[in-house]
């Protein structure tokens, strides 16, 4: 990843989106998905979650960063975890 000039992390965050998307891409393939209801106020697809997912641990990561001092590894898990619990019952 040397040719975009990229950190590290930076290089880890997007080659995990990227993971993250082709995953779901095979899963979709595999297991077509089903509009279900769970604790957000609206019905969603996996895609949908992975969506909203990916969005609330962006505000995470901004809201860590802007108004605490906690280590950026700490929104990171947060991020995860939150992720997992959204996927799993969103």
Same mark, same amino acid.
């Given at each position: 990843? &040397?040719?975009?000039?990229?950190?590290?992390?930076? $290089?880890? *965050? *997007? &080659?995990?989106?990227?993971?993250? !998307? $082709?995953?779901?891409?095979?899963?979709? #393939?595999?297991?077509?998905?089903?509009?279900?209801?769970?604790? =957000?106020?609206?019905?969603?697809?996996?895609?949908?979650? !992975?969506?909203?997912? %990916? %969005?609330?641990? +962006?505000? #995470?990561? %901004?809201?860590?960063?802007?108004?605490?001092? !906690? &280590?950026?590894?700490? $929104? %990171? $898990?947060?991020? +995860?975890?939150? =992720? =997992?619990?959204?996927?799993?019952?969103?």
């Amino acid at each position: 990843m &040397s040719w975009m000039v990229w950190t590290v992390p930076t $290089a880890v *965050f *997007f &080659s995990s989106i990227a993971a993250m !998307l $082709a995953g779901m891409t095979v899963w979709e #393939i595999l297991s077509p998905t089903i509009e279900r209801k769970g604790f =957000l106020p609206i019905a969603t697809t996996r895609g949908d979650r !992975l969506f909203i997912g %990916l %969005l609330s641990a +962006a505000f #995470i990561h %901004l809201g860590v960063i802007g108004f605490t001092a !906690l &280590s950026i590894w700490i $929104a %990171l $898990a947060i991020s +995860a975890v939150w =992720l =997992l619990v959204l996927m799993r019952w969103g």
